[in-house]
Structure formats: C-alpha cells, structure tokens
Nanobody
C-alpha cells in the first residue's frame, strides 16, 4: 500500500509559477511509476504528466510541454510538478497518482492504483 499526499497548491496570478509536491509513504517508492492528473469544475479528470519508475520515460500533455515539469526524488519519496507560465485554464484540483505496475498507457486513469486527495490550484487573470 502507498499513501500519497499532495501540497503546494494555491492562488497565483496568470504568468506565475507553482511547485506541487506529492509525498509518498509505504512501500519502496522508487519501484512505482507516478503521474499528475487534474480536474477542473464540471470536467473529467485529465492527464497532465507521468514519469516511469526508472525515470527514463516522461509523458506530458502537448499543451503543457515547456510549461510543466515532472520530476522525482526517490531518496525523499517525493514527486514534483513544477508549473510555470500558468494560465487561468490551468485552474483545477491536481492529483498525484502511482502504480507498482508498468503501465501500457501512462496517460489513462485506470493505469494507477493509488491516488492522493488533491490540491487546489487557482490561477487568476
């Protein structure tokens, strides 16, 4: 079992930056693929970024490439999402997810077994 706790969300003006943090506890986190998803009001939860267990494979939604960066520190059991040049449409609850399996598709919600409670990001115009 893995427990995930997100933090780092908040209110920021358009063009600003935030760094989200996902702290994991439980089993050997370095064996887990991790991802960030987000859900805006009235919308489906959507994929943001993913990182394989060995850190060699990274996926981003095209609209976020160049603005968002996913990274991990296995020594600290932590995953980060650095978000720059934020836009009002980035407003959502951001969720961290993890799986001990190797996903066939890193961008689908069903690939992940463990989820955090989410952290709110609000970008004002």
């Amino acid at each position: 079992q893995v427990q995930l706790v997100e933090s780092g969300g908040g209110l920021v003006q358009a063009g600003g930056s935030l760094r989200l943090i996902c702290a994991a506890s439980g089993r050997t986190f370095s064996n887990y693929a991790v991802a960030w998803f987000r859900q805006a009001p009235g919308k489906e939860r959507e994929f943001v970024a993913a990182l394989s267990a060995n850190g060699r494979t990274i996926y981003y939604v095209d609209s976020m490439k160049g603005r968002f960066t996913i990274s991990r520190d296995n020594a600290k059991n932590t995953v980060y999402l650095q978000m720059n040049s934020l836009k009002p449409e980035d407003t959502a609850v951001y969720y961290c997810a993890a799986t001990g399996r190797t996903p066939s598709n890193y961008q689908t919600r069903g690939a992940y077994d463990y989820w955090g409670q989410g952290t709110q990001v609000t970008v004002s115009s």
